[in-house]
T-cell receptor, first 115, second 112 residues
Framework: GAGVSQTPSNKVTEKGKYVELRCDPISGHTALYWYRQSLGQGPEFLIYFQGTGAADDSGLPNDRFFAVRPEGSVSTLKIQRTERGDSAVYLC?????????????FGPGTRLTVT | GDSVTQMEGPVTLSEEAFLTINCTYTATGYPSLFWYVQYPGEGLQLLLKATKADDKGSNKGFEATYRKETTSFHLEKGSVQVSDSAVYFCALLNSGYSTLTFGKGTMLLVSP
């Protein structure tokens, strides 16, 4: 079946602009995660949804970052007033359940470049 | 907080050589441990996992044993192939939490 998909695959934007990154999880997966992977680093947690609600947003770096999942399926990560330090690959993952579910299925990521 | 430390890469090997990638962790409680692999141009894939001490995870010829006494989860393969060239990430999931903590990744390059 279809895996996790993310769009766009690449996004180049100017400093100060607003961007939206989309994630389509595997159908039926209730848990959805966003991670950020900077060059030469491992993925770092941003936010976790269980259904429509954010169960844990402790990884969001500041209030310029926001994410929604209004219908419990597709999620959008929104970044306001982008900065060059936001340049990274943003990864989305989903799993059938939340806490205690071991396997997270990752999408290919969106590479964000802020110029 | 939780953390994972991996050996730095790249690790460069010839085909059929023995592979070890070291991974140690710091965590409270009793985490589950994972190895993920990222092939060029692809997303992260779960390679293997172990959920309690002394468990051995294995897949595609790769193995790793959960060693609580040394807080380690080293990845091994007896005979690597060119197709194993990828970046390997060690990760942990602490009990009661849902989010993974990753190491920085180790690039493996296998030449014919």
């Amino acid at each position: 079946g279809a895996g996790v998909s993310q769009t766009p695959s690449n996004k180049v934007t100017e400093k100060g602009k607003y961007v939206e990154l989309r994630c389509d999880p595997i159908s039926g997966h209730t848990a959805l995660y966003w991670y950020r992977q900077s060059l030469g680093q491992g993925p770092e947690f941003l936010i976790y949804f269980q259904g429509t609600g954010a169960a844990d947003d402790s990884g969001l770096p500041n209030d310029r970052f926001f994410a929604v999942r209004p219908e419990g399926s597709v999620s959008t990560l929104k970044i306001q007033r982008t900065e060059r330090g936001d340049s990274a690959v943003y990864l989305c993952a989903s799993s059938p359940t939340g806490a205690g579910s071991y396997e997270q299925y990752f999408g290919p990521g969106t590479r964000l470049t802020v110029t | 907080g939780d953390s994972v430390t991996q050996m730095e890469g790249p690790v460069t090997l010839s085909e059929e050589a023995f592979l070890t990638i070291n991974c140690t962790y710091t965590a409270t409680g009793y985490p589950s441990l994972f190895w993920y692999v990222q092939y060029p141009g692809e997303g992260l894939q779960l390679l293997l996992k172990a959920t309690k001490a002394d468990d051995k995870g294995s897949n595609k010829g790769f193995e790793a044993t959960y060693r609580k006494e040394t807080t380690s989860f080293h990845l091994e393969k007896g005979s690597v192939q060119v197709s194993d060239s990828a970046v390997y990430f060690c990760a942990l999931l602490n009990s009661g939490y849902s989010t993974l903590t990753f190491g920085k990744g180790t690039m493996l390059l296998v030449s014919p």
